[in-house]
């Protein structure tokens, strides 16, 4: 009977703590998602960037796609 106790007790006071962690999580705000987007914009120029050098080789070669 008092293990079953115990093991009530250390159930509810995890569903506590867990309770507890998750309402503690951090909302994303407007400057995240405004730097989220340029990061994604920075990524897309990067690409776009290698894919030109990777085209100016080619033609350098003499390569043509």
Not at 11 to 37: D, H, I, S, T
Not at 43 to 57: L, S
């Amino acid at each position: 009977m008092v293990k079953s106790n115990k093991c009530v007790a250390a159930a509810l006071a995890a569903a506590v703590l867990m309770a507890g962690l998750y309402g503690c999580q951090k909302q994303e705000g407007p400057m995240e998602r405004a730097g989220k987007q340029v990061d994604k914009a920075a990524d897309k120029a990067g690409q776009q960037i290698e894919k030109a050098g990777e085209k100016i080789q080619d033609t350098a070669k003499g390569d043509k796609k």
